[in-house]
């Protein structure tokens, strides 16, 4: 019988970053990718990061972010557009569903953790 592929598929790292334990799960469904990074072990604050057709541009891909749940602070997206939006324009520019859960959300810290998105690609 013949292996069959899971009908969705997913990857979870954890790693100490800067001393913290920090996981990252990344699960591909057919029309978004949906990734947790979370320090807390839990989803955190739920932000939707979609490509935008409306730049004049097309060479330089934009993308808004849209908190759907928990805090609603600049630094929210800051990061998630850091974290995220390489993974929409790698799976060919479909939506990123991202749960964050922070104690460091220092520059350091979330370079490590978007190397961490990219050890865990199912995109």
Known sequence: MPSLEPIVRSRKVEKDVNGVSTEVVCTEF??????????????????????????????????????????NEPLTHVCAKNLAAFVSQEAGNRPVLLGLALKDSSVDSIQQMKEMIKSSQVW
């Open 30 to 71: 057919s029309n978004y990718i949906f990734i947790v990074v979370t320090q807390y072990g839990k989803i955190g604050t739920l932000i939707s990061i979609k490509p935008d057709s409306t730049t004049s541009d097309m060479s330089i891909p934009t993308f808004s972010t849209k908190v759907l749940l928990g805090n």
